[in-house]
């Protein structure tokens, strides 16, 4: 499974990016999609992921409410909403997957987009 992010960049404070990330799988409808995201200096972080059975969206307390995690399967697509973006979400942004769930530590990840929140 290859996982390719993009859509990061730099923004000001309150501004909005949308990550998306495309799987290379044939049953990509069977895999567990989620986005990490890791600061300098500190250790990966859950952010959302999307569930494989029925796409429900988890999410971590640091963002509910300003992203929305969504996946479309026709195209092998997992997306990140990001809006009313804070400076402590700088960051590089990983997918991952992983086959019929999503673990702490997930089998399969991208190579990272790095989303930039200025003050």
């Known amino acids: 499974v290859q996982l390719q992010a993009s859509g990061g960049g730099e923004v000001q404070t309150g501004g909005s990016l949308r990550l998306s990330c495309v799987a290379s799988?044939?049953?990509?409808?069977?895999?567990?999609m989620g986005w990490f995201r890791q600061a300098t200096g500190k250790e990966r972080e859950f952010v959302a992921s999307v569930s494989w059975i029925n796409s429900t969206t988890y999410y971590a307390d640091s963002v509910k409410g300003r992203f929305t995690a969504s996946r479309d399967n026709a195209k092998n697509t997992v997306y990140l909403q990001m809006n009313s973006l804070k400076p402590e979400d700088t960051g590089v942004y990983y997918c991952a997957a992983e086959e019929l769930g999503l673990g702490s530590v997930p089998d399969y990840w991208g190579q990272g987009t790095l989303v930039t929140v200025s003050s």
């Open positions: 799988v044939r049953t990509f409808i069977k895999y567990g």
